[in-house]
């Protein structure tokens, strides 16, 4: 593309969008956790909020910029006829959305020509906004946001999660249990776009996950890498998915070190 798109005008389309998608899940929270006690009628209320989430992000995006590709978690996928493709996980944190714990979100990332330009996450639970644009910083809620200042691994507050199916949650223990020893301790927020926002701020001094979708990570991980931090998915040869990590710069290294001899990561890399 020789005129490339308007990158701010990317960010306010994808702001508007994600704080009209997060009204709408904060307003469903409260009738999912009165459902809990049929737990299949809840579980079957938050696919609805999902796919309405969805909806009403895609159709604010076909409805501004129809040539706009579109890759999303609930499986809208769109051609990309303008160069520009939205990633979006609509509800991040789908657990957590069930049982009312307060960390879930909407994660719209924009690519231009195969690049995320343009990274958006809300925290609808709490209300803060994350967003970046690349070589823009990023900001919380319009304030320019940095990576933690620890230097040492074993004062490290690290966020990680798991997957779905029991085969990789055993083999993320595994590597956890190579991981615990060594640093302050781990958090397992249960959104892994708020983990890596939460990397962005320095509310964590890094993350790791391995086998998360491009759509949990795009948006967060330009965050985390726009506040001064250090971002890399690689191959997680345990799982035969990817693995991804990010962390204040002082902390990539020796976390990468240790997830290497953990066994989550086959060489050192990044
Ligand atoms: C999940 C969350 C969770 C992570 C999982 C993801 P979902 O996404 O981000 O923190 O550990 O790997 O699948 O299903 O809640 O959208
Ligand atoms: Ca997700």
New binding site residues.
Partial sequence: MSNGPDLVELLDLATDLVVEAGALLAGGVSSVRTDIATKSSATDMVTEMDRASERLLVEGIRSARPDDGVLA?EGTSAPNRSGVRWII?P????TNYLYGVPAYAV?VAVEVDGIVEVGVVLDAAHGELFSAVRGRGARLDGRLIHTSPTTDLGKALVGTGFGYEAVHRRAQVDVLSGVIGDVRDIRRAG???VDLCWVACGRLDAYYEEG??P??GAAGLLVAAEAGGRTWVGASPRIGRTITVAANPELFDPLLGLLVRAGAVSQRSG
Avoid: C
């Avoid at 509800?91 to 789908?94: K, R, Y």
């Fill in positions: 978690e996980d509800l991040d944190g789908t994660s959104a892994a776009a998360i979708e759509w949990d």
